[in-house]
Each structure stands twice: as C-alpha cells, then as structure tokens.
C-alpha cells in the first residue's frame, strides 16, 4: 500500500479507477442476482432507508482518513519550517562573517543536501538515513569544537538550542513521513465501499434500471474522492524538495 501511494498520479488514478471498476462490478452481480431472487417477493427487498447505515459509515470513514491528511500536511509544514529555521540560525552564526567555524558551517551545509537528497527525495521522510546522522554528528562535534576554543558561553547555549530543535524538527518530519499511511483507515474506506454498493444494489432489486444508475453515480463519487485523498496521503509528495536548496551551496 505504501509503495502504492506513493505512486504518480496518472498511476494513481488507474488504480483507484481499476479498485471502483471492480466495486461496480461486484454491485452490478449483486443487483442482477437480487432482481432475480427478490422477483415478486417485495417484501424481501431492503427498504431505502437501510443504504444511509452503510453510506454514512462509508463518509464517516473517509472523513476521518482526509481529517488525518489535512492534519499531517499542516504538521509536516510546520516541521519542514522549523528545520529549515535551524539550519538557517547555525549557518549563519558559524559564518565567517560571524564566529568563522568553517568545519561547522560546512557541516550544517552537508546536513541540508543530505537531508534534501537522501531523507526526502528517496524516501519521501520514511527511513532515517545514516549519512544524515552522522552530518548531525559533525555538527555536535563542532559545537563542542565551539567550547574549547573559549567562546562566550551565551553564544554556545544558542547553538546548543538551535541543534535541539534541529534533531526536534527532523524527528517530526521522518515521524510524520512514517505515519502517513494508516492502512486501517484505508481498508476500512475500502471495504466499506464495497459494502456501499452491495447495499446500494440490494435496495435498488425491484428498479434494476435505477440501481444501475445509482451505482455508476456511487462508483464515480468514490473514483474522486479516493484520488484526491490519495494524492495528498503523504505530505512531502506535493511539498518542493528544494526547500533546503539556498542552504547547500553558497
């Protein structure tokens, strides 16, 4: 499902199109079936009213699973800021211009590139990266490199804070990439839709016309729904990779 997901959205859209094709299938059998069996047995067929159970499950599960999305892109936003922030703040104090710790400025420079070209565009934020790690390393080393050559202890306390929220931000953002896909929420939306439309052809057994037309209707609703809700799934997807770009280079 992951490597689905993070499919192209032309990919995308054939596979959620091929999922509501086979769905409409599946209700297309039922309501042939139903129209057969319940012939001249009205009293047998559902009444109307019974498909609002199944497709008010059926938004109500797909509303939590585009609620989860929603939340995650503002989160994944925020996170992206933060770590840029940081970046930004211990570039600019071991500038030359600034405390001039070359070892260090190239460290956090090494850091972005990698986290850019290694975390992000390899993985979309999934799977820590070692090379990653250890350019957090060189930077925790130049930190300390800070101390020993006597620096006001305002200015390493800064540096200190500003490598926390670094390590904080980054931790967010690969929690946030891991987390993105909730499979659960995804089969439930999935099983529920097919449920949906054998619901839907049940009910519709006496007018096999209308029922036909009802489950195009249904299986043309579900196609755009899960599309836009596939595209957005995880946050980074959309998100430009180059939001480290001004960082890596001088």
Known sequence: MHTLLAQSSPVLFLVIAGFCIGALAIGL?????ASRLFKGMPGQVPTPAF???????WALSMGFAASDVWSLDARADSAATAERSAVMRLIGVSDESALNLPAMNEAVRNYADLARTTEWQETLNRVPNPLVDDALQEIRIGIVDMVKRGIASPLVSKA????DELQDARNERLAIGQTAVDLTKWYLVLCLTVMAMITIAMVH?????AGRNALA???????VCLWILAMHTNPYKGMPVTLFASTSSR
Do not use: H, Q, R
Not at 29 to 33: C, D, P, V, Y
Not at 51 to 57: F, I, K, P, Q, R
């Open 205 to 209: 057994a006496e007018v096999p016309k």
């Open 160 to 163: 200190v804070n500003d490598f």
């Open 29 to 33: 059998s039922f309501l042939n079936i």
């Open 217 to 223: 209707i249904f299986s043309v609703v579900v196609c």
């Open 51 to 57: 498909m609002g159970v199944v497709s008010t499950a």
